[in-house]
């Protein structure tokens, strides 16, 4: 019995031109779009803990024969050696020598160079 009430009161309302009523939709978002995720922005980074500064290498970590034993035999000379001289020894050009004497010999090796220049202008280098 209760389908013919359903049935007629359906079109009752079909005739009053009304809408019958029916379930509630549950409210649904828009689509989205079917995409990668957004990136996090990045946070600050954690500094690495500073490292204790190493010791200076000897003098005698110079291998025979090789081009720094041949410049520190030079250097160790008394009066030491002009630049034109250990340029010659190595077959350098003189920016090479001057940053391995910066470099290598007083960086590194931890030695103590000095550098004179004479009264005819030519440099002379020296190890204390």
Do not use: C, N
Not at 1 to 30: D, F
Not at 92 to 118: D, E, N, Y
């Amino acid at each position: 019995m209760t389908s013919i009430a359903e049935e007629t009161e359906t079109a009752q309302a079909e005739a009053t031109g009304e809408q019958p009523k029916g379930t509630k939709k549950a409210h649904v978002g828009k689509r989205a779009r079917h995409v990668a995720p957004k990136k996090a922005k990045a946070g600050k980074k954690a500094t690495p803990a500073k490292k204790a500064p190493r010791g200076a290498k000897k003098a005698a970590g110079a291998r025979d024969g090789s081009k720094t034993a041949t410049i520190l035999e030079m250097l160790k000379r008394p009066g030491g050696a002009t630049a034109k001289e250990l340029l010659k020894a190595t077959g350098w050009q003189p920016h090479s020598l001057r940053g391995f004497i910066s470099g290598t010999l007083g960086k590194k090796m931890g030695l103590t160079v000095a550098s004179t220049k004479g009264e005819d202008g030519e440099r002379t280098y020296s190890v204390k």
